[in-house]
């Protein structure tokens, strides 16, 4: 059974820290893994899609990482914004299980002026 | 561009009735799927659809069921209704044929509240 993790559940950084979201995953045999974003109340924004084969992704100030020999990703964000104040998700699918993403419980980033 | 919409907004129901939710996939995708997202966790697989058939389903009783139309629009029903069904339902859809390089994009999501 695929088990994500995300560690710390919080986060608190003043304006301008760049900073690291880490997500780690029991299966290593994934078949991508799709970091979002996730404003309270509401839905989810996708952020990256890594597929299996590749080792990171780029959108602007993110940059997402994976290790699948080691089972994590991480979310790397450069000159942090109050706007950035959220909770961020990693969810990763299994090929045998495509269908099925298994999501962690998410890191609240709270980003002061 | 529409993207994933979702409706009602909120809803609140009495436990032991039945409720149905609603979802309209993003304009070119195919597929859709239903997570429950409870507070402060992340969302839990309930089920995809494709091609109007149910294609995988996670952990959830029979009182959970869905369809989906030729329209590739989507429905979530929850019949008897527990007070631990209360929680956000979130609709995201993408595409069936190569899901590895298919992001999910999700709606809005569906407050439900069992009094």
């Known amino acids: 059974k695929q088990e994500v993790t995300q560690i710390p559940a919080a986060l608190s950084v003043p304006e301008g820290e760049n900073l690291v979201l880490n997500c780690s995953f029991t299966d290593s045999a994934i078949y991508n893994l799709q970091w979002f974003r996730q404003d309270p109340g509401k839905g989810l924004t996708s952020l990256l899609l890594?597929?299996?084969?590749?080792r990171e992704q780029t959108s602007g100030r993110l940059n997402a990482s994976l290790d699948k020999s080691s089972g994590r990703s991480t979310l790397y964000i450069a000159a942090s914004q109050p706007g950035d104040s959220a909770t961020y998700l990693c969810a990763v699918r299994l090929p045998t299980n495509a269908g099925k993403s298994t999501f962690g419980d998410g890191t609240t980033l709270t980003v002061k002026p | 561009d529409a993207g994933v919409t979702q409706s009602p907004t909120h809803l609140i129901k009495t436990r032991g009735q039945q409720v149905t939710l609603r979802c309209s996939p993003k304009?070119?995708?195919?597929?859709v799927s239903w997570y429950q997202q409870a507070l402060g966790q992340g969302p839990q697989f309930i089920f995809q659809?494709?091609?109007?058939?149910?294609?995988q389903r996670g952990n959830f009783p029979d009182r959970f069921s869905g369809h989906q139309f030729p329209n590739y629009s989507s429905e979530l029903n929850v019949n008897a209704l527990l007070l631990g069904d209360s929680a956000l339902y979130l609709c995201a859809s993408s595409l069936f044929l190569g899901q590895g390089n298919s992001p999910l994009h999700f709606g809005n999501g569906t407050r439900l509240t069992v009094t």
């Open positions: 304009s070119g995708h195919d597929t």
């Open positions: 659809y494709y091609e109007e058939e149910e294609r």
């Open positions: 890594i597929q299996s084969s590749q």
